[in-house]
């Protein structure tokens, strides 16, 4: 069964800089589609990134676009969320989401398509 944790969240001024991480254990990661997704209290969970098992596709909304990016080290089993230029609307809990695949190049932008879930981690944007 997989798990996973992220990590690398906290306080941050207007304009700065966080990288998340999202650690897998119990499983391989490296044939599995990896989403990011924020959300916060009475709110819907937003999509914010998703990536090919392969790592070649990647995925944003127009609301990170060009500011986020998401990776992966499938020898570290480990996928990342690069968030610069951040903005208090990225306050949120962040979380990183896993779902098994055949295809190196699929990804899913909707929550209800992956499977396994992380804890999630705080980020919170001071203005």
């Known amino acids: 069964q997989l798990q996973l944790v992220e990590s690398g969240g906290g306080l941050v001024q207007s304009g700065g800089s966080l990288r998340l991480s999202c650690a897998a254990s119990?499983?391989?990661?490296?044939?599995?589609?990896i989403g990011w997704f924020r959300q916060i209290p009475g709110k819907e969970r937003e999509w914010v990134s998703t990536?090919?098992?392969?790592?070649?596709?990647?995925y944003y909304p127009d609301s990170v676009k060009g500011r986020f990016t998401i990776s992966r080290d499938n020898a570290k089993n480990t996928a990342y969320l690069q968030m610069n230029t951040l903005k208090p609307e990225d306050t949120a809990q962040y979380y990183c989401?896993?779902?098994?695949?055949?295809?190196?190049?699929?990804?899913?932008?909707?929550?209800?398509?992956?499977?396994?879930w992380g804890q999630g981690t705080q980020v919170t944007v001071s203005s």
């Open positions: 990536i090919s098992s392969s790592g070649l596709n990647t």
């Open positions: 119990g499983d391989t990661l490296e044939t599995y589609v």
């Open positions: 989401a896993a779902q098994p695949t055949l295809d190196p190049r699929s990804v899913n932008i909707e929550a209800r398509g992956y499977d396994y």
